[in-house]
């Protein structure tokens, strides 16, 4: 699960990962995983709380695509459902020690991102209003 979170500006927030994590170092959508019996939803609306300490109403969610890995790619399998969301509540800070910062779409796609992160940032870009 991924979130692009925008603000009134039309930039969107992106999430550094920690340098010791896989990727880490690189930019993604924030997000997370989704466990076992959870609804992708309420595990995006969890994961936010936990990684930015803000709160997000699953009715204020707008899917966007997704991003998966090749049938002969990562095992195990990844698939990154995005979603959009214009509404929150509370002060965003990273809470997992990566940086955040707000850029715009030639910014974000300029970050250096995991794969799936591009694929998905083509996707946002691809269906939003520029």
């Not at 603000?7 to 924030?30: C, Y």
């Not at 698939?79 to 940086?99: D, M, N, P, R």
């Not at 707000?102 to 946002?124: N, R």
């Amino acid at each position: 699960m991924a979130l692009a979170l925008r603000a009134s500006n039309g930039r969107v927030l992106m999430h550094r990962r920690p340098f010791e994590k896989a990727h880490g170092g690189l930019w993604e959508f924030p997000g997370g995983k989704v466990e076992a019996g959870e609804h992708p939803v309420i595990a995006l609306v969890r994961e936010i709380s936990e990684e930015l300490a803000v709160g997000i109403d699953p009715s204020h969610l707008e899917p966007v695509g997704f991003a998966q890995t090749t049938v002969d790619g990562a095992a195990p399998p990844i698939v990154i459902l995005l979603y959009a969301c214009t509404a929150w509540t509370g002060e965003l800070t990273s809470q997992e020690g990566g940086a955040i910062g707000w850029f715009d779409e030639a910014e974000v796609k300029a970050l250096d991102k995991p794969p799936l992160d591009i694929m998905l940032a083509d996707q946002l870009f691809a269906k939003s209003p520029r």
